[in-house]
């Protein structure tokens, strides 16, 4: 058991790795368009998922400082990525919100990293990589289930994951 964990531990590092790199460092967005910062690329992924979020709903969802995030927020909001909202529920805090150009350059990103994952992944059945996107989703569950900060999603876990 010990011997797994360990070997377990060792590819999550180098997943985390390849992931920081974008996908083995090769991830390139449509031509002329400039790539997403990891942190860009994490806050409007959440905020395309969840809908709008204060700065205060942001440092809990990724367990981060409010400072740390004001930061982060300043600088897609400055490139006109996110804006700022009224609360729709009547609160004090103001919200953010994904901007059209911040959908659009997510969409790119993320279409460019697809394209990537694709051609990392071109030699494997189409068995295997439903069986990866399985045990990646349950492993990404666990972890959120565990934090109690569940990541939105828009199609069920699917048989057999919990939910």
């Known amino acids: 058991m010990h011997e797994e964990m360990s070997r377990i531990e060792r590819e999550l590092m180098l997943l985390g790795r390849h992931a920081s790199m974008g996908s083995a460092g090769r991830c390139r967005p449509a ?3 400039e790539r997403l910062e990891r942190s860009a690329y ?4 959440r905020l395309d998922a ?5 700065i205060g709903q942001l440092a809990e969802a990724f367990g981060l400082d409010c400072s740390t995030v004001n ?8 490139a006109g990525l996110i804006e700022r909202i009224l609360d729709p529920d009547g609160g004090t805090a103001r919200r953010l919100r994904i901007t059209d150009e911040g959908a659009r350059r997510l969409r790119l990103d993320r279409e460019a990293r697809v394209k990537n994952l694709s051609g990392l992944l071109d030699e494997w ?3 295997e990589l439903a069986t990866l996107a399985r045990v990646l989703t349950r492993f990404n569950i666990t972890v959120e289930r565990h934090e109690g900060e569940p990541w939105p999603r828009a199609e069920a876990p699917g048989p057999g994951l919990p939910s």
């Open 31 to 33: 031509e002329g368009q």
């Open 42 to 45: 994490l806050l409007l992924s």
């Open 50 to 54: 969840a809908g709008p979020m204060s």
């Open 71 to 78: 930061r982060q927020t300043a600088v897609i909001l400055k």
């Open 125 to 127: 059945s189409p068995r």
